[in-house]
């Protein structure tokens, strides 16, 4: 139990912010799907409501428990996450072939949601463990491992968008734990290669030739560096490796994904099709101007010309109805968040709780940016869900009981 007088350290600033994040959403999920294009929809804001208020209920009980508690489940959590992500693929449901959810009658779980944050707790125990120092290449295949096994397991689904979440967020909590730049560079290097000898088309062939001219400055970078002779070919060998799979790993993708991929780089080609989306999308939060059309005055929205209004483009229906300047309260409430988070961070004495602080604020920071990215046509549209706004129960809750353990942590700030 918490000891009473350590209740001064609640943090009511990130509560406040959390459920004003959260009455936003129900309202904006309301709007988005009020007399929409004449059907009647508001069961889903509804739902939402009540989703919000089982999230509640996730949120105090993960408040109360222990940091160390967490450490020591952290292997069990995760055992059960890549379980569901075996299983989902089996038994799984989906849109179009895809095997994202599981059915409970009336109710979905999306076990991705859960996994995320059992990824977190997993590398924070194994980071906060480490008796030697992480300054040689080799001693980061093992992070990078329990990131990547659940990242190729929802790559499966298939999702994308989620998939790069596990990997993303490995890269804030290892600087946390004090590896340095110049081997986070090097960690990010497989998957720069990657990109780099991905087609520039629908050609099959890849981009050679800045692969090419980015091995040579790799291999010039790591033959002037001190590191290791073992470690040098194994990351120089890791590139290359990636980069000849990059063709093959985008002709294996969905037809849907590539097609997002190429929509955002032309989406006036694919005006029609994949490019649609964002097309409508950067009209809605254009003409939103500076206050808005007013609450549930959309056209977009109403009219049902916006895709996904209320999930994947809630933001679209933010910028719409209350302007640039409703933008900046939610961008505002999520910064504060973020940087709150970070500095409770630096102030928690126990490291394992510290690096799960900075796991959870990256997640939130970073699933926020590539949504918001992709209403404003600044990223490929990639069916992130915007934390606590956006339409769906598994990442609501999921959410909120993540913002419990970071409030439960502060309150435990002074135990090592």
Known sequence: MLDRRRLRDFDVGLLLAALAMVAIGVVMIYSATHGHAGVDLSHIAQRQLVWAMVGLVAMVIAAFVSQDTLDALAPVLYGIALLLLMAVLVVGVGKAGERRWFDLGPLTLQPSELAKYAVIIVLA???????????????????????????????????????????????????????????????????????????????????????????????????????????????????????????????????????????????????????????????????GSVLGKGFLGGTQKKYAFLPEQHTDFVFSVVAEEFGFLGCLIVLGLILFLVLRMFRLAGQVRNRFASLVIVGIASTLFVQSAINIGVTLGLSPVTGMPLPFLSYGGSSLVVTLASIGIVLGMGLRRMEY
């Open 125 to 287: 125990r194994y980071l906060a463990r480490r008796k030697t120092r992480l300054d040689r290449p080799i001693r980061l295949v093992i992070p990078l491992l329990l990131a990547l096994v659940p990242a190729a397991l929802v790559l499966r689904e298939p999702d994308l968008g989620t998939s790069v979440i596990f990997l993303i967020i490995l890269v804030p909590m290892l600087y946390w734990a004090g590896v340095r730049p110049f081997f986070l560079l090097l960690l990010m290097t497989p998957a720069i290669s990657m990109l780099l000898a991905l087609p520039a088309s629908h050609a099959i062939a890849g981009n050679w030739y800045p692969w090419a001219i980015f091995l040579f400055l790799l291999g010039a970078l790591l033959y002037v560096s001190r590191l290791f002779i073992v470690d040098k070919v194994i990351v120089f060998v890791t590139c290359t490796v990636t980069g000849l799979m990059g063709p093959l790993l985008w002709n294996r993708l969905a037809d849907y994904q590539r097609h997002r991929v190429l929509a955002f780089l032309n989406p006036e080609k694919y005006r029609f099709s994949t490019g649609y989306q964002l097309i409508q999308s950067k009209i809605a939060v254009g003409s």
